[in-house]
C-alpha cells in the first residue's frame, strides 16, 4: 500500500508541540488534549500521508467548465456513471481472503548517468480477510528487508511485516493514490480526484477506446475516459481510465502526476500554517543554500478483475516515482498483486479471530509521561535487538517472550475499520518464507503483472498524452544544487527561472556567474517531455567540462574546495543545440542524442584558494573555431538481482566539421564495459574502456587520463591523445555500508597510431574504503609509472 511510500518519503514540518485550540477540539475531549504539531507531507508526488479535517477546498465549477469539460457526450455520461458507482456501496461484497503480495524498492544516484545504488528493497506476502461489520486480519506470511548500502544488522523488519497491501475495504478509492479515503468533493491540498464531484474546473475529459471481456458466459464491455488537466499542476493527473460501461465500475487506469511537487514552493498551498512555522524557524541567510526537494509519481497502473460476475476487485498496483533532493536523485517503485481465495466464501472468513481494538491513551498533557515511558520501553528493546542481547531472529516486541507471533492492531485510512495483523516472531522464518518471490531475483513468474502493465505505461508514457497548453507563473530556483567550484569560476553560483507551459512544454532561463571569473554563463531551454522521452531546444553561452564524467559536478567540487585537486579541463561554448532522450527510471538503458552548432574558445584559470593546497594546475588551451555536429550517448544494464552478475556498457560517438582553417573536423567514439558480480561478503569488478578518433581532435576533444575515476594514483591529464585504453580489476570484502577494497589500474592515452607499439602502460594499485555500495570511496593508490607515488583521494559515484 502506498503508505509504505509515505514512510521513506516523507517530510516532516513542526509546529508544536502545543494544547489544541479549543475550538477545533471535538466534543467531548479533554481541555489539555495535546496537537502533535507535526505535518507530514510525502514528496513522491501524492502530497499529504492522510485524510484531511475541515472543508474541502477547491474552485467553484462555474457553467464555462461544465460545457467545456466534456469533448463528446459519452465522455460526460461516463463519469457521471462512474461518479455514481464511486460512492455507492455495494453491500452484496461481505467478505474475501486473498493472498497479498508487495515489493517496493528505493535507490539513489547524483545522475542520471551514473548506476542506481540500492537503499531498500522489502517484500511482503501476507493473508488478508476482509469481512464487513468486523474488519480485516493480516496473517504475515514472509517478510524480507534488504539494501544494497546498509548492513544487515542496521535494517529493522518490523514495519515491513505489518506493511500489507489491503485490496480493499468500504470507503477505499479505487485509484488508490492520494488519501486513500473515498471523498465525496475535491480538495486541492491533496491529488485532484479526477472522479470526484467539482473535477470539471479542474479537467477535462474525452471517450477513447472500447474492448470487450470474456467471464465465463458473460461479455463485458468496458470503456475509456482520457483524463487530461486543464493546466499543469502538482496535484492533477494525465491518463486513462476504463470503467466497465454497465456498472461505472473502474476496471483499469493508468496516469501519471503532471508536475513535481516542489517542497519550498508548495508548501504554503498544502498548508499554510506549517509553511509559516517553517519560514519562521529557518533564518532568511540559510534559505539561499537550503536543497530543493522536488518529487513527482511518474506512472501509476492499476488493475481489477472480475469476481463472481459481480465484483471487480484490484488484481495489480504498480506505482514508480522520482524524487530529487538537490543533486540526489531518489527513484522508487511499489509492485503490488493479489490473489483470490475466496471472495463472499464463508468457509475461509469463519477462522478469523475477533478483533478487539485496545483503548488508546489520551492525548493530553496529563498522559504525556505515560506515552514517553511506553516509547522508552519499544526503543530500549529495538536497542537491545540490535546490539545482541535479545537473538536477533525474535522480534522486538514483549509479546514475544510468550507467543510464537505478536499483534498489531492500527485502523486503515478511513479511520473506522480495524486491522489486526499477526506477525510470527522469528524474523528468520519470515525472511526464508516461501510464499516470497526468490530472494531478490528477476519476476520471471510475472508474479506482479509486469507483462500486463507495460502496454498500460506506454499509453502514460506518450508525447499525446498530455495537460492542455495553459502557460502557469514562472517560477525562480536557487540554492545548493546550483552551487559550483572550481579553478575556473572559483565559487559559482546560479539561478533558474522555469515556467510549465502545458501540453508537455516547459522553458527554462538560467544564469551563473563565477567570482573568480566574472563572466556570466546564460542558457536558454524549451523542453518537451512526457517522462519517458524528452525533446530539447536550448541557446547557450556557458562554461563547459572535456570529456563524458562530467568535472562539473558535486564530486569534483567538492574534491577542488577541500584538497585543492580540479580533475577537469575546461572551455567555453556559446551556440545552439536540439537534443533528444529516451530513457524511463524503472528501465536498465538510455539513449540520448545531440545536435550542435556552436563557438568553443579556452577558457584561463582564475582561482587558485582551496581548503587544501591551492590549485595549481594549468587548464588546457582550446582550439578556438566554429564547430557543427551531433552526438549520441548509449547505455544499458544488464542483471544485478540478488547481488549476482552485473553488467554496465555504454557507448559515445561524437562527428563534427569545423570552419577553422587545415582542418575539416573529427570523429571520436568510446567504449566502457563494466563487469561485477557479489559472492557473500565478497564483490569483485572488472572495468575496460577504450576509445579512437578518425581526423584532427581538438584539444578539448582528446581524451585524457589520470585523476579518481581513471587512475586515481596519477594526477588528471597525466596522458592524453586522440586515443586511449583503460583496465581496472578490483575486490572488496565486507558488508555493503562499508567495504575494504583493493584495485589495480593499467592505462594509456596517446597518438591512434602508436596504441600496438611496444610502450608502458600507465600504472598503480592501491587500497580503499567503498561506502554506501560506492557511492562514496576513499583510496590510498601508489603510482608506479610515470611516476612513483603516493595520493589520497575522495571520490563521489564513480560513474562505473
Known sequence: MLATVAVLLQISVMTGPKPC?????????????????????????????????????????????????????????????????????????????VQSLQ???????????????????????????????????????GARMSSGMLPRSSIDDNEASISASVPYYPGRDELWVGTGVVSGEVD??????????????????????????????????????????????????????????DRGTLVRAA?????????????SSIDSLAATELSKSVPR?????????????????????????????????????????????????????????????????????????????????????????????????????????IPVGRAADPACETSAFYTDIRFAADGLTPVLTRVPCDRRLLATSPALPPDQAPDTADLFGATARAELIAQVMSMQVQPLFAPQRPTLHAGSGLLRYNRIEGLSVGVELRQQLGAGYSSTLSGRLGVADLVPNTSLALQRTDLQHTWTIAGYRELTAVGEDAPLSAGSSLGALLFGRDEGYYYRRAGLAVGYATASIAASSRVQWRLFAERQQSAGTNATWSLGRPMIDSNITAYGARYAGVGVDAQRRFGG???????????QVEGAVTDADARTGYGRATVHLALARSLGAFAGAIQLSGGGSIGALPSQRRFYL??????SGLSFGTAGGDAFWLARAEVSRGVPLIRPVLFADLGWAGARNDWRRGYRPLSDVGIGLRALDGLVRVDVARALYPVSRTRLSLAIERRF
Open 21 to 97: 485550540d479549543p475550538k477545533t477540539l471535538p466534543a467531548g475531549a479533554p481541555p489539555d488534549t495535546v496537537c502533535t504539531g507535526i505535518v507530514s507531507l510525502n514528496v513522491g508526488g501524492v502530497g499529504s500521508g492522510g485524510k484531511r479535517t475541515g472543508a474541502a477546498r477547491h474552485r467553484t465549477v462555474t457553467d464555462a467548465h461544465r460545457t467545456s469539460a466534456f469533448r463528446d457526450p459519452s465522455a460526460k455520461s461516463m463519469l457521471l456513471g462512474a461518479r455514481a458507482a464511486r460512492l455507492r456501496q455495494d453491500s452484496a461484497l461481505v467478505g474475501y481472503d
Open 103 to 141: 515489493r517496493f524498492s528505493l535507490g539513489v544516484s547524483f545522475s542520471e548517468r551514473v548506476r542506481t545504488r540500492n537503499v531498500v528493497t522489502y517484500e511482503n506476502a501476507s493473508r488478508v480477510r476482509w469481512q464487513r461489520e468486523r474488519g480485516i486480519v493480516v496473517d504475515v506470511q
Open 188 to 245: 486541492d491540498r491533496e491529488m485532484v480526484h479526477p472522479m470526484a464531484e467539482g473535477a470539471e474546473a479542474y479537467y477535462v475529459y474525452e471517450s477513447g477506446e472500447s474492448a470487450t471481456i470474456q467471464a465465463g458466459a458473460a461479455v463485458i464491455r468496458i470503456r475509456e475516459l482520457r483524463v487530461r488537466p486543464r493546466e499543469v499542476a502538482w496535484n492533477v493527473v494525465v491518463g486513462s481510465l476504463w470503467f466497465d460501461e
Open 255 to 267: 496516469f501519471r502526476f503532471a508536475a513535481p511537487f516542489d517542497f519550498w514552493l508548495n508548501l
Open 285 to 389: 541567510v540559510v534559505r539561499p543554500v537550503l536543497p530543493s526537494v522536488r518529487g513527482q509519481m511518474e506512472a501509476v497502473t492499476l488493475e481489477y478483475a472480475l469476481y463472481g460476475g459481480r465484483f471487480w476487485l484490484p488484481r495489480a498496483r504498480y506505482a514508480e516515482g522520482l524524487v530529487q533532493v538537490s543533486m540526489a536523485r531518489l527513484p522508487y517503485r511499489l509492485e503490488e498483486s493479489f490473489r483470490y481465495n475466496a471472495v463472499n466464501g464463508t468457509d475461509s472468513l469463519a477462522g478469523m479471530p475477533p478483533i478487539v481494538v485496545p483503548t488508546p491513551l489520551p492525548l493530553t498533557v496529563a498522559n504525556q509521561r505515560a506515552r514517553d515511558s511506553i516509547q522508552a520501553v519499544q526503543r530500549a528493546r529495538r536497542d537491545s535487538v540490535s546490539k545482541g542481547l
Open 641 to 651: 538481482a540478488g547481488g549476482g552478475l552485473e553488467l554496465a556498457s555504454g557507448v
Open 706 to 711: 589520470g585523476g579518481t575515476r581513471t587512475l
